[in-house]
């Protein structure tokens, strides 16, 4: 799966972005199929029964190959002493990680169940990682964790980035539901922000932490998540599962969680494996997220700014395809500010490139 490319190299984080958009672009369609109208002809999954296969079939395939594998095993910076065996200090951070996952991934399913459009889920979302990233770097680099400058093109580009995003809303109707008014919704964002605010600053923690000699292990990191994300998200799962017997609650998405595996779906195994794509897309995120020598600010600009152009393309192969709707021109706006935030990217990435090599000298 990981093409054979120096570490950390350029050549290699083209390749990151090209299976990290090729597969959301699988992904994008999917979902588009899957919940598209009976009376055009998709199956017109309900979101939640969706959500819900695509996101075992994806996770299982994730766990299977860094069990497989054995992906867990760390290289440390120093070992811990639990239960009388030596394991290593990473995991006492990188499981809280996989905990932060486990509330994202539901939070994300969450956020688009809610009375607004998809588009505005993805705009609020997207949005906020890209903010997010720039401000976990101003935080490690005050408390001395990192010690690379974000450069002023990658500031400018994050200014670009923002602009994209808020593209989409530009001709917005007024709509009847309140989001800053309402409780859930505010809820729901403020948990996913949380989670992946914790999250992001954990990955550069580690990635910019590694003692010398100690191999920044991406694979290892994303293993231990991956396994501590899927033991949550099964606790979380049950206690959903069974949340109108023992707490009484009736909300029509537990309910829709709920009938998702007491009256499946006819479809379900093929919506299961529709989510493989979205469980090697999560080894890109990843990877991209963590990217070796660069910022938070441009690895999270890189990771969000392929799944905005990927899309824009799933809609287009969309159309093309199954006879959709063509992305309209608040799409093509959004893509040409994203244009030149990459080309403002690119720049970074030749400075950071030579200062990379430089100091391996």
């Given at each position: 799966m990981i093409f054979k490319s120096e570490e950390g190299s350029s050549r290699q984080l083209i390749q990151f972005c090209i299976g990290y958009f090729v597969l959301y672009v699988i992904t994008g369609v999917s979902v588009k199929y899957f919940l598209g109208s009976p009376e055009q002809g998709f199956p017109g999954m309900l979101e939640i029964n969706?959500?819900?296969y695509?996101?075992?079939g994806g996770n299982l395939l994730a766990l299977v190959?860094?069990?497989?594998?054995?992906?867990?095993?760390?290289?440390?910076?120093?070992?811990?002493?639990?239960?009388?065996?030596?394991?290593p200090s990473e995991l006492l951070y990188i499981i809280p990680s996989g905990v932060c996952t486990a509330v994202v991934i539901p939070t994300t399913t969450l956020m688009y169940t809610l009375p607004i459009s998809v588009m505005v889920a993805m705009v609020i979302m997207r949005g906020s990682i890209i903010v997010i990233s720039r401000i976990i770097d101003a935080i490690q680099i005050k408390q001395g964790i990192l010690t690379k400058r974000v450069y002023w093109e990658e500031n400018v580009a994050v200014m670009f980035a923002v602009i994209a995003v808020a593209a989409n809303l530009v001709n917005l109707k007024p709509g009847s539901f309140d989001?800053?008014?309402s409780t859930a919704a505010m809820s729901i964002l403020t948990a996913y922000l949380i989670a992946y605010s914790i999250r992001i600053y954990i990955m550069n923690y580690y990635k910019n932490t590694r003692g010398k000699g100690v191999k920044q292990d991406n694979k290892a990191f994303f293993a231990i998540e991956q396994i501590a994300a899927t033991l949550s998200m099964l606790i979380g799962g049950i206690i959903l599962f069974n949340a109108t017997d023992l707490f009484g609650w009736d909300l029509t998405q537990i309910v829709q969680f709920r009938e998702a595996f007491t009256a499946p779906d006819s479809l379900w195994g093929w919506a299961m494996i529709s989510g493989l794509a979205f469980g090697l897309l999560a080894?890109?995120?990843?990877?991209i997220f963590m990217f070796k020598g660069r910022t938070a600010t441009f690895a999270g600009l890189v990771n969000r700014l392929t799944s905005l152009i990927a899309g824009t393309a799933a809609t287009l192969l969309f159309a093309i395809v199954f006879g959709g709707k063509y992305p309209v021109t608040e799409d093509w706006i959004t893509l040409g500010f994203i244009l030149i935030a990459v080309a403002f990217l690119t720049k970074a990435e030749k400075k950071r490139a030579a200062?990379?090599?430089l100091n391996t000298k």
């Amino acid at each position: 799966m990981i093409f054979k490319s120096e570490e950390g190299s350029s050549r290699q984080l083209i390749q990151f972005c090209i299976g990290y958009f090729v597969l959301y672009v699988i992904t994008g369609v999917s979902v588009k199929y899957f919940l598209g109208s009976p009376e055009q002809g998709f199956p017109g999954m309900l979101e939640i029964n969706y959500l819900v296969y695509n996101t075992i079939g994806g996770n299982l395939l994730a766990l299977v190959v860094v069990l497989l594998f054995r992906w867990y095993r760390m290289a440390s910076n120093s070992y811990a002493n639990f239960m009388g065996m030596k394991i290593p200090s990473e995991l006492l951070y990188i499981i809280p990680s996989g905990v932060c996952t486990a509330v994202v991934i539901p939070t994300t399913t969450l956020m688009y169940t809610l009375p607004i459009s998809v588009m505005v889920a993805m705009v609020i979302m997207r949005g906020s990682i890209i903010v997010i990233s720039r401000i976990i770097d101003a935080i490690q680099i005050k408390q001395g964790i990192l010690t690379k400058r974000v450069y002023w093109e990658e500031n400018v580009a994050v200014m670009f980035a923002v602009i994209a995003v808020a593209a989409n809303l530009v001709n917005l109707k007024p709509g009847s539901f309140d989001f800053v008014g309402s409780t859930a919704a505010m809820s729901i964002l403020t948990a996913y922000l949380i989670a992946y605010s914790i999250r992001i600053y954990i990955m550069n923690y580690y990635k910019n932490t590694r003692g010398k000699g100690v191999k920044q292990d991406n694979k290892a990191f994303f293993a231990i998540e991956q396994i501590a994300a899927t033991l949550s998200m099964l606790i979380g799962g049950i206690i959903l599962f069974n949340a109108t017997d023992l707490f009484g609650w009736d909300l029509t998405q537990i309910v829709q969680f709920r009938e998702a595996f007491t009256a499946p779906d006819s479809l379900w195994g093929w919506a299961m494996i529709s989510g493989l794509a979205f469980g090697l897309l999560a080894f890109f995120s990843v990877f991209i997220f963590m990217f070796k020598g660069r910022t938070a600010t441009f690895a999270g600009l890189v990771n969000r700014l392929t799944s905005l152009i990927a899309g824009t393309a799933a809609t287009l192969l969309f159309a093309i395809v199954f006879g959709g709707k063509y992305p309209v021109t608040e799409d093509w706006i959004t893509l040409g500010f994203i244009l030149i935030a990459v080309a403002f990217l690119t720049k970074a990435e030749k400075k950071r490139a030579a200062e990379l090599k430089l100091n391996t000298k």
